[in-house]
Each structure stands twice: as structure tokens, then as C-alpha cells.
DNA sequence: GATGAATGAGGTTTCATTCAT
DNA sequence: GATGAATGAAACCTCATTCAT
């Protein structure tokens, strides 16, 4: 008996084209820069007609957040993977950091893609993923009594700050190449937010 | 007796235009946005020439480094009078960093500048100048026994990681609007290093 | 008995496609205008393939063509009933005069497509059918004796003239919405080329 | 004495270059029709760099408003002119539809930017003062007795209607070449309106 | 006959930079 | 030094048409 296939094939085929495009453009962008970034140079790398491109991207402003879609997506899918599994929360703290900075090393763009001002409405949902997950473990780590519970966005942007902080500063030149980052971002955030609270504070 | 000028008007008029154009290209640049930072909206908020632009700056370029340079100047100037100050570590280090986020927060614009990869080597003189800054105060932590000696350049990565994060997170949606980052990002630092060198980490 | 079909199965269903093309052609064309009138939006609207629209029409400017000659055919239609008929000649022109407002008035993209230099030499036998129409009701005006004979042309473009222009002025501010301008049409062209040919002109 | 310059000489040599383009701009318009007309071909056509075409039209859109209002300008100069001069109604009558239908006859265009749904907005004051220079001379007849009074609206329409008919039709193949519409269209509008509001009306 | 993804020439527009005055 | 019109490469995007399935 023949096989009655799951989606017809020109669907098949179009979404393969699809991502085709995108890998394309997310090479393009990792390689030569958001300024080199045009429809044209994706094309060629893609190999498709510039006309094809926007077959399947309404623009370029989208293709680029899809890109950033895209590069975020098993980052989130292990985020999301790790606050449900039970593994003790300090390991789930440090693997999200350390699955973090690897995508964030790999692909350069993401940070830009996320860069401050972007201004993409598209994006916004996909910036609350990103929080959510990081709250997500937070919030195994009060119900563990690891961390102190209270003002768990303010932990949460803390934590994401020193992510960001070590990822974009290796990017320049302040930290030798192979440095691990995890240790220290995980130490100092623990440390931090544990005593945070209790710590008086002098001066103004 | 007539008094010497230090310097001649000739070059007293060319530094003041400079700095109009500056000032414009500021106020460009903050207002509307990278898209709209054009040599010809420069000119117009200047009241100057297309032509005259060119003649104070090379290109858009370094326009764009020079008003990265002038932004972070003050800032500079404060990091390096706190550092020689003879004010306690504690104060020199907050003071620091509400200076810096205030900075940020006036004029995202300098995040951009400052973004990962903007790729101007010009910039990276300014960029170790901001390094630095955080450098000297933490070295003055150092020196008065609050914070452990070594490691001081992943000390500082995570301190500047910790305000670059609160800064640019605080653009999005996560904090509320009139949040004091400051003794957050104060006490989880303290605390963090403190604890850091010392604490046993578990698990992988 | 099974009837013996007039035209086999497959011609029918041809034949309603294309009239579905051309309904669904108009219906963009009147709602959206010529810049939006696009292929992909027709097939689209029609519920085709793009490339079944060219199974029907050999190119975008065909398909134009076959609008307006469909448009102005129940038009011409009348015109000829008209003609034929044995009503009285003013009653012919008034029917003329109100059948041709009204179909301008629905169909405001005919007239563009009628507009000067369209260039298409398609249109051709249309605008002759369209003059002829007018002609043949003239005609029988003189035949009747109630307007002079001679320069029929002249007459016919003088009425022409006349019911395009209001047409076409309607469209913009010049008179109330609602004004009927069938009467002021037939009344001035009766006044005028009664008198026409008579009047003694002065001045140069 | 050396003479004072009226305007600078770059201000004169920058309307020069506008007329430059304005010109040229007419010439493609009228050569190859509106489909050709292309930013490109006028430039070339201009001997200007197709940026500088924008540097003094802000579009395309624009520049062909320009051209409609440069091409009526002389028409409504005149017709103002005519207007308001002493002449007797019937001549002022004649020589603005002289005029007219020369205009017409010269720039094709012109019928096209008038053309219906041309949509522009910019349009709008043209086309009132195009209707007003007609409704001027409608109003010298009235006062002069020679055409009665009332409904001068649908009058100046009518009249606008028969000139615009002619000039649009003579570009078919109606008319003789050399027929001279001018007599006919003043002979049925003179007449028709004379008689028009008397005439009892018979039929629907 | 029907389909619709792919094509790519061609259009509009922007803008950093030059240069004659 | 100041001026600002001119330049033209290069970007984005559209859409009539083709053609393999």
C-alpha cells in the first residue's frame, strides 16, 4: 500500500526553501554584519532570485527577526526544558547560563537582534520568552529556598545582565579568550542575591 | 596692554563650530535614531552646510565615534575623580554606577555606540577608557580589604555586565518604570564577589 | 433521450471560468484602481492560479482590454436596442444619454480605460462600436427632421462631448451629488445644434 | 557701477535646472506616454544624475503634479486675462475654448493629469482654478444678458464638458484632422443654453 | 487545464561624498 | 573655511510572466 504522505510535497518543498533562506541569511549576518545585510547578498548566498526572497519574507525587517527567532529557539526550548526538569536548581541555574553564552558566542547577531532598541514590535514576545525562562528557574530556586524569594524580575534582570555583561565584553578585549564565564556569573549572582537583602546599606 | 590670546580666534571659532556640530548630531542622533542620522539632518539641526560638516569630520563615521567620545566624557572625568577621590570604596562604587546608568539612560544612543561589534577600532581606545574607569574603583575595593584581591578583570566584566544589563533591560519591559537599580546592582555585586572566590559549587 | 449538447461539457466550463476571471477582474479594478490592480490580486479575488489567469488571457493588457469591451457591452447592447427600436428619437437620445452616465458612473475605471491614449490598438473596433451607437441614434434624429442635417460627426462628438464631460467633472466638486444632468445634457445639445448651424457668429 | 543682482546667482541657476528637468520631464511624458515615463528616462533626458531629479522634486508623484500645473499655468493666465478684459462676452467665449482646445491639442498629458482619479491632492487647487476660469467668463455672459442666469455651475460644466469631449475624441479617429471645433462648440453651447431652461421636456 | 513558486529586470528612492564657487 | 547642488552607486521592493509538476 502506498504511503499517504503527512504534507503534500509542494508544502515539503516550500518550507525547505524557507529555511534554506533563512540559514542563508543567518550566514550572511554572522559573516559580514548587519551593514553588508541585504536582500541581495542573501539571495546569492541562498541561491534563490531576490524576488524569491520575498516570496517567503514580507521584508527585510522581517527576515531579520525571524532570524532572531529562529537562533533564539533551542536556546528557549532547553530554557524550557531545564525549569521543568528535576534537576536540582543550581544545576539548572548554571546549564541555562552556560547553554546561554554559547548561543550568544555562536551567534553574535542574536545580541544585536536583541540590542537595545531594535524596536521591532515583532520581537517583544520573543523578548518575553527569553525573560520568562530566566524567571522560570528563578523561580525553582526560591521554591528550593536556595535564594531568597521577593523582587524575583529585579533577580531575573540581574542575572540576564551578567549574562549579557560577559557575553558582549568578551566580544572585546577585557577578558583573556578561553576564560569561563559560568563560574564567576553563577558565583557572583548566587553570592549576590543571597546577601543582597540582608546587607545594610551606607553612604547615598 | 593687549592680552595675548592663548589661542587665535581663527582656532577658537573652528572649536566652537566643532562643537555645535557635535552638540547637533547629539541631539539628531538621540531624537530620531540611527535610520534618520544623516550628514543632511546633522547639517540642518546645525544650521550649517552639508559641506562644513565635512570639513570637521572626515565621515559619518567618525562623527558618529566623536559623539560616542564626547558622551562618555563626562562620565569619564567623574569615574576618574571618584577614583582619586579619598571618599570610602562604597561610595566611589555607587556613585560610579548611578553615574553610568544615568548616562545610559539619558542617551541610549551611547548603547548603540557602544554595541557589540559596531566594529570602529576608533572606538576602542574609548572602550578601554571605560574599562578602566571600573577598573581603578575596583582596585580602590582592593586596596581597602572590602572585596578579595584577584581576578579583578572578570570583577569588573560582571560589575559592568551587571549596569549594561539593568540599563538595557530596563528599555524593554521587565523592570517598573522608576525602579532604583543602584543598590541592586551594588548589593548583588558585593555580595557576589565577595562570596564567590569561597563558595564550593556543586554539580557540573 | 439524452440531448445532444450545444457546446460539449468542456467548453462550458471554460467558458465560465473566463467570465469568473473577468467578474473577479472588474471587481478589482472598480474597489482598488489601476496601481493596485495586479495579476496575483485578481487570481486571488477569481480564486485561481496566477497561471491559470493566462490560460485566459494571453497578457495583463488583454485582460484590461476584455474588461472594457465587457463593460461597455450591455451598454452597447441598449445603444443598439435603441436605435432599432421604433421609439421616438428624443426618447431614444434621453434613454442613450442616462444609460451612458450611469454605466460611467458605476464603472469609473472604464473611463480610464477609455482615457486618451490608452494606446491600445485593441480598443479600436470598442471606441467605433461606442461612436456608432451615438451615430445611429443622430441619425434617426435627422431622419425625424428635428435636428438639421450635415455634419453628423461634429454632433455626435458634440454630444459625446458633452455626457463624457459631465462624467468625468462629477467625479470631482464641481456639482451637487445628486443633480440629475441628464436634462441639462439633452436640453443643451438639442438647443445647440438646432440653432448651431444657423447662428450668425461674430468676433473672431 | 557694478549692477545688484536681483536673486544670487545660485538660487538663479537652481530654478534654471528646475526648469531644466521640467522640461525634459514634459518631453518624456509627451513622447512616450505615462508608462515609460520613468525617473530614469528624464533624467537622462535632462542630462541631470537621477538623484538630482529629488533633490528638486520630492517624487515622482510630485514632479508629474508639476508638470500638469506648469502646462496649465499659461492656459489660466489667460484665461484670467480674458476674464477680466473688456472684450465682448462671445469673444472672450471663443478665445477661451481656442485656447483650451490648443492646450489640450499640444499636451496631451495635461487630459491625463486632469484625467479622472487622478487622485492627487495636490491637484485639487488646479483643477478649481481651471473651473473658475471658465465660471469667470460664464458670469461676464450672464451679466451681459447673453446667456440667461441661474445653474451657472452645470453651464460651466457643460461648456467644459464639450471642450474636454472634442479635445479627448479628436485624438480618435472621429473627426477630420483639420476640423476647427471651436464654432461648433460655441454655436450648441450658445445655443443649448439659451434655450435649454425654456424647452418643455416630453418622455422620461 | 490548473497550479503557484520562482524569476529577475526594472522601478523608486536614499544618502555619503565631492567640488566648483 | 563655508557653501550646497550634483552625483550615482546601491538599497529595497514589485510584479508580469514562465514552467515543471
Chains 1, 2, 3, 4 share one sequence.
Do not use: C
Amino acid at each position: 500500500m502506498v504511503s499517504e504522505p503527512q504534507t503534500p510535497r509542494r508544502e515539503r518543498e516550500r518550507l525547505r526553501h524557507r529555511r534554506e533562506i533563512l540559514d542563508a541569511a543567518r550566514r550572511v549576518l554572522s559573516a559580514r554584519g548587519v551593514e553588508a545585510f541585504t536582500i541581495e547578498h542573501v539571495a546569492k548566498e541562498a541561491e534563490f532570485a531576490i524576488g524569491s526572497i520575498y516570496r517567503h519574507f514580507a521584508s527585510k525587517e522581517e527576515l531579520i527577526d525571524m532570524i532572531a527567532a529562529d537562533l533564539s529557539e533551542p536556546l528557549f526550548a532547553e530554557a524550557e526544558a531545564l525549569a521543568a526538569s528535576d534537576l536540582p536548581f543550581e544545576q539548572q541555574l548554571e546549564r541555562l547560563v552556560r547553554a546561554t553564552l554559547a548561543t550568544l558566542a555562536d551567534d553574535l547577531p542574536l545580541i544585536r537582534a536583541f540590542g537595545a532598541g531594535s524596536g521591532s514590535e515583532r520581537l517583544a514576545p520573543i523578548r518575553a520568552r527569553y525573560f520568562e525562562a530566566f524567571d522560570a528557574i528563578v523561580k525553582n530556586g526560591q521554591r528550593e529556598g536556595v535564594i531568597p524569594k521577593g523582587a524575583r524580575a529585579a533577580k531575573v534582570v540581574a542575572l540576564m545582565g551578567l549574562v549579557a555583561g560577559f557575553a558582549k565584553w568578551r566580544t572585546f578585549d577585557a577578558l583573556p579568550k578561553r576564560f569561563d564565564a559560568v563560574p564567576t556569573i553563577v558565583g557572583v549572582w548566587l553570592g549576590g542575591v543571597a546577601t543582597a537583602t540582608k546587607r545594610p546599606r551606607k553612604g547615598r
